[in-house]
């Protein structure tokens, strides 16, 4: 986990898109792969072994720094998929113990900290907000983005613009976009981008402890009061607080709580359900690469990336989002 600030994000695409500039080898940081096949069976491999590289965003303010900022709030329905839309056999859907609107001020304030940029757009399935509009105004849209408003008015489709997480104007103590073209899997070099680094800890005066992996919590009267780390060189250390927030992503999150077990917790911390680490809901994301000519990216490669349409649509009758992000930048060499 690296501290890496603006200064430290340039644009060079060879090293970013083909030599994973910001991902570990894998051997440098290990992990355990299991692979599960149509059988039915799982296969155990050291992930070294495997050959993929996923272990982006290891760094300090996570996959943040690397996130293209397409900023969506759920929607209410998603916090009650069991109720709204049912159980999934052989899956463990429940509804969430909180609900939007008991959240939505918490969305409300986010979308100030970080910086929000877009414009609200009124469509029957959007959620309730608080306040009318976002923080900041609209991202400059490509050219480029006018065709599939076309085609998506074609379809009887409503376009509405994406809210981003990355300034529009200087904001925040951090600069504006200056649409480099390189955007998504890239650092941003300008600040705009809301990462919980540029956003906030890097404002922060904590004390940040950098390549330092926890592998396990210990807790005192049903409480965390210390963990356990490994540095860079593999030497142990443990740290006391009366506070701690675990916000390792989904899956690591998990494990460190799985893995966290004492007298006081026999099954793991946090898993009283025995369900821990059991249910695990996706996003699913479903990519089309166009290829365009230089001719056509050149006209518009001032403003890359910065236009994406959502679409709200009644496909399943019940206001289930299909949300299409278009994304104009140069991947791959
Ligand atoms: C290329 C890319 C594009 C994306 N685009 C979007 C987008 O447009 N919109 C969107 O909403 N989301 C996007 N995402 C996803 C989004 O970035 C993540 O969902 C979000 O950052 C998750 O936040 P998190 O705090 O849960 O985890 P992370 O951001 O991954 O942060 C976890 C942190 O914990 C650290 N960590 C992990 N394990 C340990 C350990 N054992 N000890 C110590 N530290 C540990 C990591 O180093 C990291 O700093 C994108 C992600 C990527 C990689």
């Known amino acids: 986990m690296q501290l890496y600030d603006e200064s430290s994000f340039n644009k060079d695409e060879l090293a970013v898109s083909s030599r994973d500039m910001f991902t570990p080898p894998l051997n440098e940081q290990r992990h355990i792969i299991n692979e599960y096949s149509q059988s039915g069976k799982f296969t155990r491999y050291d992930g070294e072994k495997s050959g993929w590289n996923f272990w982006n965003g290891s760094m300090v303010g996570g996959?943040?720094?690397?996130?293209?900022?397409?900023?969506?709030?759920?929607?209410?329905?998603?916090?009650?998929?069991?109720?709204?839309?049912?159980?999934?056999?052989?899956?463990?859907v429940v509804d969430w113990c909180i609900s939007y609107e008991e959240l939505e001020p918490y969305y409300d304030k986010v979308e100030k900290v970080v910086g929000v940029s877009g414009k609200i757009v009124k469509h029957k399935f959007a959620e309730p907000r608080s306040t009318p509009d976002l923080p900041y105004p609209m991202l400059e849209t490509n050219e480029v983005t006018s065709w599939f408003d076309e085609a998506c008015a074609k379809l009887k489709f409503t376009a509405i613009p994406t809210p981003r997480a990355v300034l529009s104007q200087n904001a925040l103590g951090r600069d504006g976009c200056y649409y480099s073209n390189f955007c998504g899997s890239y650092g941003c070099s300008s600040g705009a981008k809301g990462s919980a680094r540029a956003a906030l800890l890097q404002k922060c005066k904590a004390k940040v402890i950098t390549d330092a992996f926890v592998y396990k919590l210990d807790s005192k009267k049903g409480k965390v009061t210390k963990v356990y780390y490994y540095t860079k060189m593999g030497i142990k250390h443990v740290v006391n607080a009366k506070i701690f927030v675990l916000s390792a992503q989904a899956i690591?999150?998990?494990?460190?709580?799985?893995?966290?077990?004492?007298?006081?917790?026999?099954?793991?911390?946090?898993?009283?359900?025995?369900?821990?680490?059991?249910?695990?809901?996706f996003l699913l994301v479903v990519v089309a690469v166009v290829a365009l000519s230089s001719r056509i990216l050149q006209k518009s490669s001032k403003k890359h990336s910065c236009k994406q349409d959502s679409f709200l649509t009644e496909v399943f009758k019940t206001g289930m989002t299909i949300r299409m992000d278009v994304v104009f930048t140069r991947v791959g060499l």
């Open 252 to 281: 690591e999150s998990s494990r460190l709580l799985l893995n966290s077990k004492n007298r006081e917790f026999p099954n793991g911390m946090a898993n009283s359900s025995g369900e821990l680490g059991k249910t695990l809901s």
């Open 63 to 92: 996959s943040s720094n690397l996130m293209s900022g397409y900023f969506h709030r759920m929607k209410p329905k998603d916090f009650k998929l069991r109720s709204a839309y049912g159980e999934i056999k052989g899956a463990n």
